[in-house]
């Protein structure tokens, strides 16, 4: 391991402390750190040596930080930054190395308690990711998550959205977000990306794919296929239903929806795509056309307030789905030695 290096940036002369990070030094002044951190504060509130060899006193004896050199030069940079700098990189397009340092700097930010800091980061991390305007590497990925898990939890939802529509506007990779999400435990975006990647029909032989992953994906495609056997028996019952004619919409529901099911939007779509069917159902022909019958009252029609009581009931039964997306993805304790898809 070579010499420590000096800092091109911050490594100034008349600074009265020095630090190291992965072996670059950086001298500042002392004031700078303790004015905005807690911590950096208690530490340098300790007894000092008044030798010359006190730690932190020269290049040979500075204070050792387990942090990324990265990570102190973001923190310092911030410290330090004038207005017309920060107007400025607001000015200049987004990209994938300013994203990083500002996580760098949320995520040191946070450790040292530099107050208002870490969320100030994060917040111009998702003001560079609005609308997407570069792609989402696997590093970024994996950076977003775990520093938004770390210092801002209650964020987390934005940064979902911000993942999903990286998805939708094709500026990220399913497995690069699967494994992400996987591996950082973010249950629904897993599970969304798991119908995704399902959907999209590629995925039983991409090498991306960890071996685990595929093994979800088809235990996945076997839950999914199951279920929709199951639900396209019998049409959902209609809860909230508010109609007098409460026989002839039964019975006109049970039609519509045997149709529906058979209809080219619904019946073209995978077998395992059942929230792509369930909300094809209420876009198809079947489902929309007004009807007449031998009912003495309507006509035997699906009145509006059946129809909407239908809509109600595909919508909760997408929710349901929705709200435990990533248990279908998981084989049953009884068969993790069985062969997967049996």
Not at 131 to 138: D, E, K, Q, Y
Not at 172 to 200: C, D, F, I, K, N
Not at 214 to 240: C, D, K, M, V
């Amino acid at each position: 391991m070579g010499a420590p290096l000096h800092d091109p940036d911050f490594y100034d002369e008349d600074g009265n402390v020095i630090l190291c990070a992965q072996d670059v030094l950086f001298k500042v002044h002392r004031s700078r750190l303790t004015r905005t951190s807690i911590v950096f504060k208690s530490m340098f509130e300790l007894p000092l040596n008044e030798d010359d060899d006190a730690e932190g006193s020269s290049d040979v004896r500075p204070i050792m930080l387990n942090d990324e050199a990265e990570e102190i030069r973001a923190l310092l940079w911030a410290l330090h930054v004038l207005p017309h700098e920060v107007t400025a990189l607001f000015q200049e397009p987004a990209n994938e190395a300013a994203c990083l340092k500002f996580l760098r700097l949320s995520l040191v930010a946070h450790k040292y308690e530099v107050e208002h800091m870490d969320r100030w980061a994060l917040d111009t991390v998702f003001t560079f990711l609005n609308n997407i305007p570069f792609n989402l590497t696997r590093i970024l990925i994996h950076k977003l998550i775990s520093v938004a898990l770390l210092c801002a939890p209650d964020e987390m939802s934005m940064v979902e959205d911000i993942i999903r529509a990286a998805l939708d506007m094709g500026r990220a990779e399913l497995p690069v977000v699967l494994s992400a999400a996987e591996a950082l435990g973010l249950s629904s975006l897993a599970g969304y990306a798991y119908v995704r990647t399902l959907t999209q029909g590629r995925w039983l032989r991409d090498p991306k794919l960890p071996l685990q992953i595929r093994t979800n994906l088809l235990a996945g495609y076997h839950a999914f296929t199951e279920l929709w056997l199951e639900i396209s028996r019998a049409p959902p019952t209609i809860q909230r239903h508010q109609c007098v004619h409460l026989g002839p919409c039964l019975w006109m529901w049970g039609e519509i929806w045997r149709e529906s099911i058979l209809s080219p939007d619904v019946h073209n779509l995978q077998p395992a795509d059942v929230l792509g069917k369930l909300r094809a159902i209420k876009t198809c022909g079947p489902f929309l056309k007004e009807r007449s019958g031998t009912w003495p009252e309507k006509g035997g029609q699906l009145i509006f307030v059946c129809r909407s009581g239908a809509v109600a009931v595909l919508d909760d039964r997408i929710n349901d789905i929705e709200s435990k997306l990533v248990q279908y993805f998981r084989l049953p304790p009884d068969a993790e030695g069985d062969e997967p898809g049996v």
